[in-house]
């Protein structure tokens, strides 16, 4: 479950209020439209993929040197000895065509740092249309394929990684909901489309990779929540005409994005968007 809020701002001196779901007029009429992403696939690290039907295809598996584990509900692969690199590959499609848009997310965590690894020590791979790209993880650092896109000295925590791209030409890659890199790619096309998670410790041990979730979708254009006609979600102010700030929550199964934000008032000052999350 996801929630998504939206805070806005009124001149005022009086304390934040927050109202129930779905509830989003000062003065007058808030409109709200957020990208409710379907989503095609989720792993959420609960299980150690072991191939068809599990959740997660097991192209190269956790073996030789290799351990995967369940710990907290995450997908724990741990090398203590020279062991080989580990993919688990989930096919978008096979032989079929692709989803015409894609958006794709998991949540990473290692031990080793830029230093020890090059190329990475965790890697989101994905194959979709004509975009080929290998974002290469690390403890403290993201390296793009090319190595142009880099990101160092990053805390040693989990990190969620997000790739969408809208035509399977151009795409952006996010690194906990910052821009990462964006390009265009012009791989030729193939009947195969996947998303892949690899691990690869190379010769620098203790080695311990662990994956949260892979989730991966289609991006939709945005999906009114509230309306205006009929109005919802009035709230009357005649007896409290200096609030300042409401804040609007939406809560629905799937991945929520606020994109857009707007408000038409009869009277006073329109609110403004200071933050949304």
């Keep these: ?9 009124l001149e005022g001196k009086v304390s934040p209020m927050r109202i129930g779901p779905l509830i989003v007029l000062f003065l007058a009429l808030s409109v709200v439209t957020v990208r409710a992403d379907e989503v095609l696939f989720a792993y959420e690290g609960n299980a150690v993929p072991s ?28 090398w203590e000895d020279d062991g080989d690199f580990v993919v ?21 965590q290692s031990n080793q740092p830029l230093a020890n690894h090059i190329p990475g020590d965790g890697a989101m791979v994905v194959f979709y249309a ?13 390296v793009s394929q090319s190595g142009n896109f880099i990101l160092r000295d990053l805390p040693f925590e989990y990190r969620t990684f997000r790739f969408e ?11 906990d909901g910052v821009v990462f890199e964006c390009r265009t790619d012009n791989r030729p096309d193939s009947d195969a489309h996947a998303i892949d998670i690899w691990g690869d410790p190379q010769s620098f041990l203790p080695a ?11 991006i939709s254009d945005g999906e009114l929540i509230i309306a205006s006609d009929p109005p919802a979600g009035e709230v009357d102010t ?40």
């Design 88 to 108: 688990y590959r989930q096919f978008i499609a096979q032989n079929t065509p692709p989803p015409p848009s894609l958006w794709a997310e998991c949540r990473f």
């Design 51 to 78: 191939g068809p039907p599990a959740d997660t295809f097991t192209f190269n598996p956790c073996d030789s040197g290799c351990v995967a584990s369940i710990e907290d509900g995450k997908l724990v692969l741990r």
């Design 165 to 175: 791209s809208r035509d399977g030409r151009n795409f952006c890659f996010y690194v």
């Design 1 to 9: 479950m996801m929630f998504a809020f939206v805070t806005m701002f």
């Design 130 to 142: 004509n975009v080929g790209e290998v974002f290469n993880l690390y403890g403290d650092s993201v």
């Design 238 to 277: 005649s007896d409290h005409p200096s609030f300042d700030r409401f804040t609007i929550t939406f809560d629905q199964p799937g991945y929520i994005l606020v994109d857009q934000v707007s408000v038409s008032v009869t009277g006073g000052i329109a609110p403004v968007v200071t933050k949304t999350r």
């Design 208 to 218: 311990v990779n662990k994956w949260d979730f892979v989730r991966y979708g289609t």
